[in-house]
């Protein structure tokens, strides 16, 4: 390849490490960089032609399952079940052709839909991501070559639960953090170059749930914070060491990122659960609510917007809830339940059930839709039991939606 003349007399090297550094732009890990599933996107439509925004490609071999994906220097990263086999799968953004593929793991059956759950994560050169039965993979990120791995079940003591393992691994600094769960420690560090445990965190046993961790930043220290069925924590990422727990009542499957903010931390659950906030401070957090059942969001996850948090609450409304105080701001029953996702002042809601998605203005002052259009290819392979579960993501401008092996791209830019 001829290099543009600016670039001539650059080192290989320099190029190489330009190439896979991560932009400010990109898509790095489930949820986007800072796990709040905000994207950086401006100049977005603001409403859509009649029929939706213009589709640029689909991808039609993105495997069985219920992976998101992640998004770096053009390249987008996600997971699927190709006959027996899950695997990590990268596809040019430009164009939606495959650049390379890897395999994950044996695969996971369930009857809600066989299948990879994870969305990978991309730092540096490495992508890590975990498949339905718990193999923790660490691939090279230009070519797929694997570089290790490790069995969250045989080497870190977890036990598979009912719907697998779901977890998008994080990773910070040299280290990858993940949540095996069981009597070994809760969650776990590992050498982002080796594998190498660095950590288990044994003051807590409690079985994974279906949640990811995120790291937040309080009083000037970093924390770990992760929650599970009967309990929500924040660890030291050094060590692992336990810096405060907070029970929780959830039931049957905990699944929502938890989110934080302004020194609160806050969790939701489906299954009639409700929601919690604490705000973190001196030996215990203080709570602020609990047992509240404005927002029980069971898997289309919640987003923050200033003080405000978007979600639906399952068996009731998409609903705005004020994070610090609890309160209902608006409920709107008129869509269908599903997943939410954040760009340009507006909200990306995807109905599970119809695959219909919504422009919504991200406002307090009530549910203000724009436009609707409905996915199309859906997938005629997906389980009887299961919907469209895969979350939307903006960037770049442009949308990102999946159902099983369908891939769909479409263009949002304001041109």
Not at 282 to 307: A, F, I, Q, S
Not at 381 to 395: E, N
Request: with cysteine; charged share 20%; aromatic share 10%.
């Amino acid at each position: 390849m001829k290099l543009p003349q600016v670039l001539a007399g650059v080192p290989a090297s320099l190029l190489l490490m330009t190439s896979l550094a991560v932009s400010a732009a990109d898509w790095p890990q489930w949820r986007g960089p800072d796990r709040e599933d905000r994207s950086p996107d401006t100049g977005l439509l603001k409403s859509w032609p009649e029929g939706g925004p213009k589709a640029l490609w689909v991808f039609k071999d993105a495997g069985l399952g219920y992976a998101g994906y992640s998004i770096v220097d053009g390249t987008l990263f996600t997971m699927g079940l190709r006959g027996d086999q899950e695997m990590v799968i990268a596809v040019r953004v430009s164009d939606g052709t495959e650049v390379w593929t890897a395999p994950a793991g044996a695969r996971y059956e369930n009857r809600w839909g066989d299948g990879p759950r994870c969305t990978p994560t991309v730092s540096g050169n490495r992508v890590f991501a975990i498949g339905g039965q718990g193999g923790l993979v660490c691939l090279d990120r230009a070519t797929g070559k694997k570089l290790w791995e490790k069995s969250l079940v045989s080497d870190l003591g977890g036990t598979l639960q009912s719907w697998g393992y779901t977890e998008s691994p994080l990773v910070s600094g040299n280290r990858v953090y993940c949540t095996p769960g069981g009597s070994a420690g809760t969650m776990a560090a590992l050498d982002v170059a080796t594998g190498r445990v660095v950590w288990q965190s044994k003051d807590l046993s409690d079985a994974a749930q279906y949640s990811s961790a995120i790291q937040i930043r309080h009083g000037g220290k970093d924390q770990l914070v992760q929650l599970v069925e009967k309990r929500f924590f924040g660890l030291n990422p050094e060590t692992g060491a336990v810096l405060w727990s907070e029970e929780f009542p959830g039931r049957t499957a905990v699944i929502p990122t938890p989110i934080y903010h302004d020194g609160v931390v806050y969790v939701t659950a489906g299954y009639g659960v409700g929601c919690k906030a604490v705000q973190l401070g001196g030996d215990k957090p203080t709570v602020l609510y609990e047992n509240n059942k404005v927002m029980k969001n069971h898997h289309g996850g919640v987003v923050r917007v200033g003080e405000h948090l978007y979600g639906h609450s399952d068996g009731y409304a998409w609903v705005c809830q004020e994070m610090k105080t609890g309160k209902e701001v608006w409920a709107e029953r008129g869509f269908g339940k599903g997943a939410i996702h954040y760009a340009d002042g507006m909200l990306y809601c995807l109905a599970e059930d119809s695959g219909e998605v919504a422009l919504i203005e991200a406002s307090p002052k009530g549910w203000s839709e724009k436009s609707r259009f409905k996915l199309s290819p859906q997938s005629s392979q997906r389980s009887r039991s299961g919907r469209i579960w895969t979350h939307p993501v903006v960037l770049d401008g442009r949308l990102f939606l999946r159902d099983q092996e369908f891939l769909h791209c479409y263009d949002v830019r304001n041109k």
